[in-house]
Nanobody, 115 residues
Framework: QVQLVESGGGLVQPGGSLRLSCAAS????????MGWSRQAPGKLRELVAR???????YYVDSVKGRFTISRDNDKNTVYLQMNSLKPEDTTVYYC?????????WGQGTQVTVSS
């Protein structure tokens, strides 16, 4: 089994930065693509960014140029560097890892952008 634990959320002012981390443990050899999604109250979960084992990345249009996803395969950790944060980025962020076609989710970490 795979377990994912996120950290790094918190409160930041508009224009500020945060870095989220997601550490994987367990059967990590089975993890392929990893990424981050977010879900605001009353809305569907939205894919924010993802990265393959080879380093290919994808970003949703609303975060392009502001967020950067990276991966340290030696540490089994994926990161999301978030710059120029906006109030509309406020929500819970979830890390995920694909094991085959099945996503494994972390518990989520709250990001709040407010003055």
């Amino acid at each position: 089994q795979v377990q994912l634990v996120e950290s790094g959320g918190g409160l930041v002012q508009p224009g500020g930065s945060l870095r989220l981390s997601c550490a994987a443990s367990g059967s990590i050899f089975s993890i392929d693509t990893m990424g981050w999604s977010r879900q605001a109250p009353g809305k569907l979960r939205e894919l924010v960014a993802r990265i393959t084992t080879r380093g290919s990345t994808y970003y949703v249009d609303s975060v392009k140029g502001r967020f950067t996803i990276s991966r340290d395969n030696d540490k089994n950790t994926v990161y999301l560097q978030m710059n120029s944060l906006k109030p509309e980025d406020t929500t819970v962020y979830y890390c995920y890892g694909l094991v085959g076609v099945n996503p494994i989710w972390g518990q989520g970490t709250q990001v709040t952008v407010s003055s």
